[in-house]
């Protein structure tokens, strides 16, 4: 399938690891200019040189998600390089005070979590929104997870903020539909990379054990590859649940 995007820029936050480095090697593969944004730089620097090598084009900007002048200044670095701005995919998260109950939780380390997983999501659009206006096929693609629509255990200021990423995508998706850009989210359960391994006690480069399903973060990429290209022009607001179909099942004695 053609997706039809050649040509484009997109800018990819936490695009140095995991699901982000994935999408940029996805729409690197599509001859969509990649700017890859990340707190950690060199990890931001290492995946532009990568989509280089396969033969793309990218380029590297320093961006905290959590900090509006950062947000600003990295998206403003990036435009600078490829002339123009098409497409947001969000992917810089953070998981959180994983397996801490909720009445032991400070109030700060709450506002830490929520800072980047939902302003974080936000602010990237607030200062992309004028470049991806002058684009024909402008799109925002985030990434909330699973625990958007089922919570784990311990876990309540990550799933409340991916919850909260629910509507943030629809209420853009209004506000931004007489501009003609799109914004949807994919919902991931457990993605491949060090995130869910950090949490569980894991090292980086061990491997599951193969007692539940697990997504490669290539799949995850290509959805928001194609949530992204005009291919799926006539959707906005939505929530793709990538999930093995783990959330449909209900609690009946079979
Ligand atoms: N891995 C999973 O199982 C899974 C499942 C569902 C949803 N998700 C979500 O997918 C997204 C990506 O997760 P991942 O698994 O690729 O994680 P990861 O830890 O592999 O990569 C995250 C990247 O984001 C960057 N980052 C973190 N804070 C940042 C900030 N303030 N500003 C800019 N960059 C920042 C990190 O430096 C890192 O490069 C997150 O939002 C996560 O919640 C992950």
Known sequence: ???????????????????????????GAEDVSVIVADIDLAVAESVAQEV?????????????????????????AGVAVFGRLDHLVLCAGVSGLLGQPFDEIEASAWDDVFAVNVKGQWLP???????????????????????????????????????ALLMLVRALAVDLRRDNIRVNCVCPSVVNTRMPKIDTGMAE??????SFPVHEASDIANYLVWLSSPVTHTISGHALVADFGFSGESSFPM
Do not use: N, W
């Open 125 to 163: 659009v607030k200062y992309g929104a004028k470049y991806l206006r002058a684009s024909d096929q402008g799109s925002v693609a985030i990434i909330a997870s699973d625990s958007s629509i089922v919570a784990s255990p311990l876990h309540v200021p990550y799933c409340t903020s991916k919850g």
């Open 1 to 27: 399938m053609d997706l039809r995007m050649q040509g484009t820029v997109v800018l990819i936050t936490g695009g140095g690891r995991g699901i982000g480095r994935a999408s940029a090697l996805a729409f």
């Open 205 to 210: 480069s061990d491997s599951f054990d193969g």
């Open 52 to 76: 280089v090598a396969k033969g793309g084009r990218a380029t590297a900007v320093f961006m905290d998600v959590a900090s509006e002048s950062s947000v600003e200044e990295g998206i403003a």
